[in-house]
């Protein structure tokens, strides 16, 4: 995976957005930014974000932010609550609808185009619901990999998954492992 390219392994939308920090800013420019929600399923593929500028990042940076503070505290900041709380009810999220495409299946399209808040509302609330959801709240667990922060909800079988991303984490950690057996056996 390239150092730039966004992740979606987390499980949820709202912990994907807390992996646009780590290693590097990823979604620091509009056209970051719209790329990233296309990405992560936030709007359909083809949808047109022309209209998103620069005036929307700091919003996405602010509530990655407030959202990261909640997932990893114990108590809830009050202040971070409330901004969560706030923008989750601020906009409807995008409406879509079904089209019917000449002689195809239908495809998932949106009635209109997304507005910041709109789409800032959608991760808001999946925030409020992976917050209030006891079990998914239990399964968030952060990576084990050296030096990775990133969290993710793991649903894997017995609940043992132990990285953000096998094949990066993962990867990393077995590529390690490999190395110190061969240096043991060198030595």
């Known amino acids: 995976m390239a150092l730039g390219t966004p992740r979606f392994d987390a499980g949820r939308s709202c912990l994907d957005l807390l992996a646009t920090a780590h290693p590097e800013e990823r979604i620091g420019t509009a056209g970051e930014l719209g790329g990233w929600v296309v990405a ?8 047109p974000l022309g209209h998103v ?10 509530l990655r932010w407030h959202i990261a503070r909640l997932v990893r505290a114990a108590r809830a900041p009050a202040d971070s609550l409330d901004r969560v709380n706030r923008t989750a009810r601020a906009a409807a999220p995008p409406a879509v609808r079904a089209v019917a495409q000449h002689n195809g299946p239908l495809v998932r399209e949106l009635a ?6 709109a789409l800032l509302s959608l991760l808001a609330r999946d925030a409020v619901d992976l917050l209030t959801d006891p079990l998914a709240r239990a399964a968030v667990r952060e990576c084990a990999g050296e030096g990775c922060p990133l969290l993710y909800l793991d649903t894997s079988r017995g609940r043992r998954r ?6 990066v984490c993962g990867n990393r950690e077995r590529v390690a492992r490999h190395r110190r057996r061969a240096a043991l056996a060198r030595s």
């Open 112 to 117: 209109e185009a997304p507005t910041a808040a």
């Open 162 to 167: 132990r990285w953000c991303s096998s094949e």
């Open 40 to 47: 992560a399923g936030l709007v359909p593929r083809g949808t």
């Open 53 to 62: 500028d620069g005036c929307w990042v700091p919003g996405f940076l602010e």
